[in-house]
């Protein structure tokens, strides 16, 4: 995920920080879902708070799924240690 992690400052709901900016939110709701939230637009439903954290960064950084993230990582990895 890069600089963005997730921290709990004790609120009802944990913060999505990108360095040391907070940029985010996860909130637990009443059903049992967790939503991620980035500059106010809900973009992640999950059923873990960790699962939420991880759909909500990987959607803002303009990809599908968690997954194609990981995808995309692995392959700049891969490149930059063929220069090396």
Same mark, same amino acid.
Request: with cysteine.
């Given at each position: 995920?890069?600089?963005y992690?997730?921290?709990d400052? %004790? @609120?009802?709901? $944990?913060?999505i920080m990108?360095g040391k900016?907070?940029?985010?939110r996860?909130?637990h709701? #009443?059903d049992g879902?967790?939503? %991620? @939230?980035?500059? $106010?637009i ?6 873990t ?6 759909? #909500?960064v990987?959607?803002h950084?303009g ?6 993230l ?15």
């Amino acid at each position: 995920m890069g600089a963005y992690r997730l921290r709990d400052d %004790g @609120y009802p709901f $944990k913060k999505i920080m990108h360095g040391k900016k907070w940029v985010g939110r996860v909130i637990h709701h #009443a059903d049992g879902s967790y939503r %991620g @939230y980035i500059n $106010k637009i809900e973009l992640s439903t999950a059923t873990t708070c960790v699962g939420a954290f991880e759909s #909500a960064v990987a959607k803002h950084l303009g990809h599908d799924s968690v997954e194609s993230l990981d995808d995309n990582n692995r392959q700049v990895r891969a490149v930059r240690k063929v220069r090396q």
